[in-house]
């Protein structure tokens, strides 16, 4: 299912967050959201998944206004992984995986046979079904995040809207996350700080600058020496991975290229 922004803007405390932004998110596609901190990723997403309402334009699910929607509906078919990541929650892992079937559900009802093997599953696929009796409270940040990750699967949602999905993760489970969702193809529109994984993992890349979107287009197309300077403000030269082919971006650590500036 297809989901995309047209014309977005956000603001709020009186300030401009996020400026008329185009984003597109084909369907089966992982696209990809970078920019430097403070340019309006998270808002942008959390306008996406209904946190936040748009000062002006829309947000499209499969040519819908999402706003149009009941909760309930739009949350059968997106599924938010959100930057904040709540409080300690008094709940075992399982039960708090087993929250994203609530959607499904009416008042009060309890898990049926479905529900539990889609837990089970998404347990599974992140690699924490051996800790579904654990409580939540108790878990590492890394861990916490897969069980987080986990209760969007369980959504089985048709759109993945990840914010940071592989922060406080380390290098091995950042791999297998960015895997799994590579494998899953469902429609997904992810935030990402490693500019080297948003080029191997996604399949279209829109760059957000001081709330705009100043590129969009394969992370070859998009991927530049010129676009690392100008955006972020760092010299680098981007070659091919010499594993996977993909662009892969070398910095140069040892010499500022100046202010970014946006154009």
């Known amino acids: 299912m297809r989901i995309e922004t047209e014309n977005l803007t956000v603001a709020y405390a009186g300030r401009t967050v ?65 930057q904040e990541r709540g409080g300690d ?14 959607p499904y559900k009416r008042a009060f009802a309890g898990d049926n046979a479905a529900d539990r093997d889609l837990v089970d599953r998404a347990l599974a696929d992140v690699g924490m079904d051996g800790a579904a009796g654990r409580r939540f409270a108790a878990l590492s940040g890394g861990e916490r995040q897969r069980v987080l990750l986990a209760r969007a699967f369980a959504q089985d949602p ?26 899953q193809r469902r429609t997904t529109l992810v935030s990402l700080h490693d500019l080297n994984a948003a080029a191997s993992v996604c399949d279209r ?18 991927i530049t020496a010129e676009l690392m300077a100008r ?13 996977t082919g993909d662009p ?16």
Do not use: C, W
């Open 205 to 222: 890349l829109h760059v957000l600058y001081e709330g705009t979107v100043v590129a969009s287009g394969s992370p070859r197309e998009v």
């Open 18 to 82: 996020v400026s008329g932004a185009h984003l597109i998110a084909a369907e089966g596609e992982i696209t990809g959201l970078v920019g430097p901190n403070g340019s309006g990723k998270s808002t942008l997403l959390r306008t996406v998944y209904r946190h936040l309402r748009p000062t002006a334009g829309r947000v499209l699910l499969a040519g819908t206004d999402i706003r149009e929607m009941t909760p309930a509906r739009s949350a059968r078919h997106v599924a938010a992984l959100p």
């Open 158 to 183: 048709d759109v993945l809207v990840l914010d940071e999905p592989t922060n406080h993760l380390d290098v091995r489970h950042q791999v297998e996350l960015l895997a799994l969702l590579r494998a």
């Open 248 to 263: 892969l971006i070398a910095f140069d650590h040892r010499t500022p290229a100046g202010d970014p500036v946006a154009t």
């Open 89 to 102: 929650f008094e709940l075992t892992v399982r039960e708090v995986v087993a929250m994203g079937r609530t």
């Open 231 to 243: 955006v972020f403000g760092v010299r680098a030269a981007v070659v091919d991975h010499p594993l």
